[in-house]
């Protein structure tokens, strides 16, 4: 989790005048590392995934479950055992979490770019299994949960040894500061985001409603029991309830509906960029100039005539001026305020002065074109009419009051479990666009691995862990969060507190970073190319200007700028001024390591001394929920991994708005939304052909003439094996394909029809025949590469499994887990979840996980090989004599034995 540097920590107080020293050097690190490896080109693939563990204690005489405190010394016990066994092909590598009772686990050495590899995942994950096992206390387990279901719920006997509640790190309410990993960083971090929020964190998750839940009953309001219909998912708006706060206090939040008009929009609050007309009233005045900056006019031959939509918002610390999509800046008004230049117009406005894009598309529009500029409709009745309807009130949304689980510290979010992938790419272009796909995935992922309905012994109604992460580091100030009446500017953190941060530092990105290829017009190298960020992305101006000056690209220089609003949580001492920022990323990797995203771009480490690793570029997958069996985890991270390269081999492109993607974070948390909910999903992962009926012309789906049976000839002299290797170009030498050159900027706006929604189902296995589905296409690229038959065998095996949970016929976890707890003779049908509840649960769950209990539930005809600890480790194959009753007590043993093929038989 993050840097995990020793040293002594400065208090917020005292690190509060090295924040802005520390945001300025992190800058400087970044611009120095990127000229240094900008160029890396024809890194091989190699990857890898994390997984943490909880570690518990049974009491099987009271049938009680709680934490165990020793997650230190069972992780120094286990790196001594990997340093006694390094001689081994497989081994592990075990770091600290941020909880007391948790470890985070990798493999010892990374996977590399060949079929065969896929193979190795599992085979890992069992082994770190068997390792942890090893070194447990026979009544602790650590089955692979996403989160403890009574933590906080238990006062002062919550662990093993006890503690008592609250503490000065977290002045909780319900858990103590003691179970914090003891390493300064945790702790320091839960007091900083809480000293820098101005007070503790606030974490409200909707209660699940069930027959005798005492919290439904008596309140001075009514819910609505099924508020959504049947179609329609509840939201849970993590990040964005302090109006409900505010209005009903800690122990209740307001949803909504996916079926709302104002799905995401947050009470009011702007969560997308606006649209406004451009309307220059003066005497031969015909538009605008672009600015590179306020102020700055940019002679740029394509400027924004009158009658053109741009797409932007307002810079908070500049008044009077809109920032961009393409990152330039336009004036709303003149010097002297008597000439209005934009005019801001309902979403759905489209522009009367259509002009072909100067970046063009591959994919057509499905709009008829305009016309020219002299055919236009009078400007002012067109002006009058999109200001009219961007005043009509939209039809209202149906809020609904919901219970809520209250939680008030770090622990509630960064005490979860999950899974996460990390890719080295080719170069810096690939991990850019890696990123940009993989963001898009990021909800669907998590819907589909969802594990996570219960919380401080309350059944929710949601599923998934991540926003109740975001809430747990939100340490932004009221101002930040859009409310009033907060604590003025403070001079020394960033934005001054007063800058709108629309998300958590922890959320899903907030801009995509590709920027696509170059065009021949200059120009086009000074704007951000992708169409698709239409939501605001909160920058540091002078940061950001910093960044083009040293010749980072605008969409890059976004990115940065945007995550360097953030401040520094953990500064230490000795460790502020006296970083090299030439040689040395320290300071920016406290920031970055801090911005936890659902994706997160690393630029190659520097290197300490030439026998360091080599490591390039790469993209780390962060959504994913931790699974039971390491069945289920090899499972979903081979389908990722073979997912990047079906999108860089097949030049796919899944790009959709940043606003869908926020909303199907949203969905994703539903209840049960992997069977139930339905996703914004692109529609044409290719570009359109001739033959369907379109606006003017006919276009079809490239993968519909496979749909129909007319399929090209294919010759046989360009089949490439590359001996199996996970290949995404013929050759690195090859040049990037035009296709993806235009991904950022082909046509992504609603009105384009690029996405749609679309069921889990329909996503893994196709809809119509233009939509082919990622399971038939990560088929159709192991036949590409002709992988070998004991891998295809097993990636069959994940593929059926994954396509059997995406069309409701497996359960995920959460819906497993929920049904256990309803089932159980002790629940009550109130929501609570019982000491007993839990203790039966998670040694079902290390059942499960250890293969000594089947669930056809979960893995259907999938039988889990059974996982013993004394299998953790290789044995030496000694010579040492030993005497003949040793040897005749073995035979006995040896005769006594069920047969190899007994004891395995129908397992994986």
Known sequence: MGLLKVGVPQTWDKSKKNLNYVREAGVRQFISTYNRVKDLKGDELVWGDEIEYGIFVLDHENKRVRISLRAKEIMDKLNQNEQVHIHESEGCNWVPEYG???????????????STDLLRVERNMRLRRKRILSVLKPDEIAPTVAVFPLLGAMGDDGSVPAVPVGGPVTESDYIGDGIINPHPRFGTLSANIRKRRGEK??????????????????????????????????????????????????????VGCSNSAKEFDDHGDPVTLKKWLVNVECQGCKGLFYRSAPGVIVADADWPRNGDIVVGSKIPDVPGWIRLQNGYYLPMYSDEVQITFLHQVAPETHS?????????????????????????????????????????????????????????????????????????????????????????MAPIMMALTASTPVLKGRLADTDCRWGIISESVDDRTPAERGRKGGPGPDLLIAGKGQRRLYKSRYDSISTYIYQGASCEENHMNNRILNMYNDIPVPIDEEKYHQLREAGI?????????????????????????????????????????????????????????????????????????????????????TFITLLTR???????????????????????????????????????????????????????SMFSRAANGKMPTVNSGTNLTSFDRLES????????????????????????????????????????????????????????????????????????????????????????????????????????????IAYDLLIACKEIGEGKRESPDLLGDIKIRPISAADAYTRKLESKRVNNEQILSLLRRYSERKTFAETNSATV
């Open 100 to 114: 007391a009772w948790m470890v985070e686990a990798t493999p010892s050495r990374p996977y590399t770019g060949y």
């Open 352 to 440: 009367k002065n259509e002009q072909s894009q100067a970046l063009g598309s591959a994919t057509p529009q499905f709009r008829p074109s305009v016309g020219n500029v002299d055919t236009i409709p009078d400007l002012k009745d067109a002006l009058e009419t999109a200001v009219k309807t961007s005043l009509c009130p939209q039809e209202a949304q149906m809020f609904n009051v919901r219970p809520a689980i209250h939680m008030d510290a770090m622990a509630f979010g960064m005490g979860c479990c999950c899974l996460q992938i990390t890719f080295q790419a080719q170069d810096v272009d690939e991990s850019r666009f890696i990123y940009d796909q993989l963001a898009v």
């Open 553 to 637: 690209d605008p969409a890059l220089s976004q990115h940065i700028a945007h995550i360097f609003v953030r401040d520094p949580l953990v500064i230490f001492d000795g460790a502020v001024e006296e970083v090299d920022d030439e040689t040395q990323t320290e300071h920016f990797e406290s920031i970055q390591s801090t911005n936890w995203q659902t994706v997160r771009w690393k630029p190659p480490p520097p290197r300490s001394g030439p026998n360091d690793p080599h490591i390039g570029w790469r993209t780390e997958f962060r959504s994913m929920e931790i699974q039971l069996t390491d069945f289920e985890n090899a499972a979903f991270t």
């Open 201 to 254: 964190v606030n974490i409200r998750v909707p209660l699940f409603h069930d027959v005798n839940t005492p919290e439904y009953k008596d309140l001075p309001f009514t819910p609505v029991a099924n508020c959504c219909g049947e179609e329609k998912m509840l939201l849970w708006r993590f990040g964005k309830g302090d109006l409900s706060r505010e209005k009903y206090g800690d122990g209740f939040v307001i």
């Open 729 to 836: 170009n013929q050759s690195y030498d090859s040049t990037v394909s035009e296709k993806r050159r235009v991904a950022p900027h082909a046509s992504g706006g609603a009105e384009e029809n690029s996405f749609e929604e679309m069921t889990m189902a329909e996503i893994m296995t196709g809809k119509g025949d233009y939509f082919p589905g990622l399971i038939p296409l990560i088929y159709a690229y192991l036949d590409h590469i002709q992988c070998d038959s004991v891998t295809m065998e097993r990636m069959t095996k994940y593929l059926d499994f994954i396509e059997k949970r995406a069309t409701g016929q497996l359960l995920t976890p959460a819906t497993w887990i929920r049904k256990f707890i309803r089932n159980h003779e002790d629940y009550k049908f109130d929501s609570v979840v019982t000491d007993s």
């Open 646 to 700: 079906v999108i860089l081999t097949f030049d796919l492109n899944l790009y959709i708005p940043l606003s869908r993607v926020d909303a199907n974070m949203q969905r994703a948390h539903g209840r049960n939304a992997a069977a139930k909910g339905k996703f914004f999903f692109r529609r044409h992962l290719a570009p359109l052909e001739e033959g369907d009926e379109g606006f003017e012309e006919e276009y079809a």
